[in-house]
């Protein structure tokens, strides 16, 4: 016989001055091969179709359907419930701007991620749309699509201490943004001019060291080398600063 979950699921819509945080139960028969992704969706087509959260792809590639479970940052269409207890609490992610239950405003994070950190190919070089791509080293190039695997789901921004107590703290995701373009032959920019976007505490030196980003990251990606590269990286930039004075 199936198991009866028990789903405790965050409800507030910010935009209905009626409306005030609680938490409301819902009941669903556990289904083979159930993801929290279809067990949400059967919970919104036959029980309550007002829940609000948020999912596209359902292969754990667009990265939407972050939320805590069981007080864990996770992807709901990577989670299966036969893994899970039967009991499950879903809460948003903190950090980004509530929408409404379990979807939040990623996307303005990310935005706002992406102009402090300048992510794009910095060269002087004229681009000619009729020349072949440049060719660069094949460990480096794997290196770098290492780093591009991020979905942006923000996991590692909700579990992270820092991101929790400052809002202006960059996060890991930003960071490993960073190394990406930093090991990318194709950017002119120095040691020193990533020293100014990073080498502070709303960047690599506000890294309190917890790797609860690598813990919780969905794609599995490496970003505690990739805080380490930086931490030495910057370290080394900020005695040259100091001893060229």
Known sequence: MSRLLKFNIFRYNPEDALSSPHMEEFVLEET???TLFIALNRI???QDPSLQFDFCCRAGICGSCGMVINGRPGLACHTKTKDLSGE???LPLPVFKLVGDLSVDT???FREMYTKTESWIHTDKEFDPAALEERMDNKVAVG???LERCVECGCCISACGTARLREDFLGAAALNRVARFLIDPRDQRTDADYY???GNDMGIFGCMGLLACEDVCPK???LQNQ???LRRKMGITSLKRIFRK
Do not use: N
Request: hydrophobic share 40%; no cysteine; aromatic share 12%.
């Open 32 to 34: 083979d091969s159930m």
């Open 220 to 222: 599995h990606l490496p």
């Open 88 to 90: 499950i609490t879903l």
């Open 227 to 229: 805080l380490g590269f």
């Open 144 to 146: 770098i699509y290492e």
């Open 44 to 46: 919104r087509e036959e």
């Open 107 to 109: 996307g303005s994070w």
């Open 196 to 198: 100014e976007i990073i």
